[in-house]
């Protein structure tokens, strides 16, 4: 069982940054691949970036490379999205989940997540 708080949204001039973060808990963190994805208003929810368990492989959606990066610590059991020259339609709420079997880049394939923390960049 893996509960997931995430924390650091808020709302943001485009052009600006801002840092999630989610706390896990549980004594196997270090063996989960997590992600975090968005949904915005009226959209389907989107994967936006996954990590390793180990932390040594990642992968971005297109939109965000290039300005976000996802990072964890294994001792603290949080995961991180540093999210860099943010534009209007990063607006969403962005949710970090914790992989269970599957593809890597859906949904579906994540068994925990956490309740969701809102993002806002205004023009």
């Known amino acids: 069982q893996v509960q997931l708080v995430e924390s650091g949204g808020g709302l943001v001039q485009a052009g600006g940054s801002l840092r999630l973060s989610c706390a896990a808990s549980g004594r196997t963190f270090s063996t989960y691949g997590m992600a975090w994805f968005r949904q915005a208003p009226g959209k389907e929810r989107e994967f936006v970036a996954t990590i390793s368990g180990g932390g040594e492989l990642a992968l971005y959606e297109d939109s965000v490379k290039g300005r976000f990066t996802i990072s964890r610590d294994n001792a603290k059991n949080t995961v991180d999205l540093q999210m860099n020259s943010l534009k209007p339609e990063d607006t969403a709420v962005y949710y970090c989940?914790?992989?269970?079997?599957?593809?890597?880049?859906?949904?579906?394939?994540?068994?925990?997540w956490g309740q969701g923390t809102q993002v806002t960049v205004s023009s």
């Open positions: 989940a914790a992989h269970a079997s599957g593809s890597y880049t859906e949904g579906p394939s994540y068994g925990y």
